[in-house]
T-cell receptor, first 112, second 113 residues
């Protein structure tokens, strides 16, 4: 069965520092991969998605992610974090029935 | 504006009562989904529907029921059989064969005491 692992439960970075959130997936073929962001008590907003093609994907709010098949990874990056980026981030993959399978999430804290 | 609405935002019930959570979308999407979110566990799929008058169980369907009588509506009933109903519930919709992106509603926080 497909699965997604986000190894970091919490990450703390200083404002202005770079950010990388890790995501590993298990799936034999080319997966559909997504990153969502959730502010406290809110729904999820899609940051970016990868289906095929260029392995470096640009998203909203200055985020990008790189698909690396050799490492089964789809890590999310941002060169300079803003205080408003503090939120919970979810990596997900989509199965053949169009259901999303989520990782357990990474909570980002931003130090002033 | 197109989107998904969930009501109410907060819901309180006594143990042993059934409660229905509302989810409405005006995106003209065929597929709709219900997820449950607990701290530290990500989102887990409860039920999904790919077309009107049809729905399938997800990973944690026990103690829940749904209906899909209209394309725009996918209500979720949390029954008294659900052992731990207190959670944050999220509804989503998608148009399969199109952009393969699920759009999420703002969620309903259910507290059962």
């Amino acid at each position: 069965a497909q699965s997604v692992t986000q190894p970091d439960i919490h990450i703390t970075v200083s404002e202005g520092a770079s950010l990388e959130l890790r995501c590993n997936y298990s799936y034999g073929a080319t997966p559909y991969l997504f990153w969502y962001v959730q502010s406290p008590g809110q729904g999820l907003q899609l940051l970016l998605k990868y289906f095929s093609g260029d392995t470096l994907v640009q998203g909203i709010k200055g985020f990008e992610a790189e698909f690396k098949r050799s490492q089964s990874s789809f890590n999310l990056r941002k060169p300079s974090v803003h205080w408003s980026d503090a939120a919970e981030y979810f990596c997900a993959t989509m199965d053949s029935s169009y259901k999303l399978i989520f990782g357990s999430g990474t909570r980002l804290l931003v130090r002033p | 504006d197109g989107g998904i609405t969930q009501s109410p935002k907060y819901l309180f019930r006594k143990e042993g009562q059934n409660v229905t959570l509302s989810c409405e979308q005006n995106l003209n999407h065929d597929a709709m989904y219900w997820y449950r979110q607990d701290p530290g566990q990500g989102l887990r799929l409860i039920y999904y529907s790919q077309i009107v008058n049809d729905f399938q169980k997800g990973d944690i369907a026990e103690g829940y029921s749904v209906s899909r009588e209209k394309k725009e509506s996918f209500p979720l009933t949390v029954t008294s059989a659900q052992k731990n109903p207190t959670a944050f519930y999220l509804c989503a919709s998608m148009q399969p064969g199109s952009v393969y992106e699920q759009y999420f509603g703002p969620g309903t926080r259910l507290t059962v005491t």
